[in-house]
């Protein structure tokens, strides 16, 4: 019961504060294993993302561990989440983000404005300086941008709706064949042009996907439809 207040009051708070690019961690004590324990503690440090989205990051990490390809997330902002892929995996991972805040917002964007979540990149480089698997990326990711050749995992949290658009179309066709993205920003009022970019990608290409609890959206590749 006083678990459920907590969490309730963490809600309303939390609702103000991630717009502002901060997040009060509060971590429901049944979630996840020993090691998801442990490296939500670093992660919920310096992310914007529930300790109940990083589970689910963590959960499509483990179960594409065996599959073949590299790990990238587009939206680093800190490296909360990236952190916790750190964690999760072995792999080599790739971490894209301007380091400089979000680029400029579109007519489908309702919230987010240029330079949102600007950050000092010497002390997110910092925090990954002593694993050489990390590769920071620094720079718009656009069309141009260069992806590992492979994808196991991707997790895209890019608030803004061109920057979600070319972020699925093209961590989608790097991806393996059973290998899983998830969007972080589908479920949020913030976050109207993400959603909008997830529908049309989804349309487009005659995908499913799965709306979770979380406000994140999960897509498998080669689960199109005719
Ligand atoms: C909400 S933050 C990411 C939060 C982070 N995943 C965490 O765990 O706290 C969104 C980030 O996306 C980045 N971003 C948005 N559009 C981008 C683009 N086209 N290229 C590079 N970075 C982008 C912004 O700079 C910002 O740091």
Redesign the pocket.
């Known amino acids: 019961m006083k678990s459920i207040l907590l969490e309730k009051i963490g809600d309303t708070v939390n609702g103000l504060l991630i717009p502002l ?1 901060y ?1 009060l961690a509060i971590l429901n004590t049944t979630l996840g294993n020993h090691s998801f324990k442990k490296a939500v503690k670093k ?1 919920t440090k ?4 529930s300790p109940e989205a ?1 589970w689910h990051i963590w959960s499509c990490i483990k179960a594409t561990e065996d599959l073949r390809g590299s790990i990238v ?12 892929m750190e964690y999760a995996t072995n792999k080599v991972i790739y971490g ?8 400029k917002e579109t007519k489908e964007d309702n919230y987010h404005k240029k330079g ?4 000092e990149f010497k002390n997110v480089k910092r925090a990954f300086s002593n694993n050489n698997s990390v590769n920071l990326v620094k ?4 069309k141009e ?1 260069i992806l590992p050749e492979i994808i196991s995992f991707g ?1 895209i ?4 709706y ?2 979600t658009k ?2 699925l179309e093209k961590v989608y066709d790097r991806l393996c064949e059973g290998g899983l993205i998830i969007v ?2 589908y479920g949020f009022r913030t976050t109207k042009g993400a959603r909008k970019a997830v529908k049309e990608f989804l349309h487009n290409r005659k995908i499913i996907g799965v709306e979770l609890n979380t406000g994140q959206f999960l897509i498998q590749k080669n689960s199109s439809y005719e």
Do not use: C
């Open positions: 690019g997040r992660a310096i992310s914007v993302i990083l997330e587009i939206g680093v902002y800190k490296g909360g989440s990236l952190k916790l894209f983000d301007t380091f400089e805040g979000m680029p949102d979540f600007s950050v720079g718009l990711f656009n941008s997790h949290d890019v608030d803004l061109s920057s070319v972020s972080d920003d």
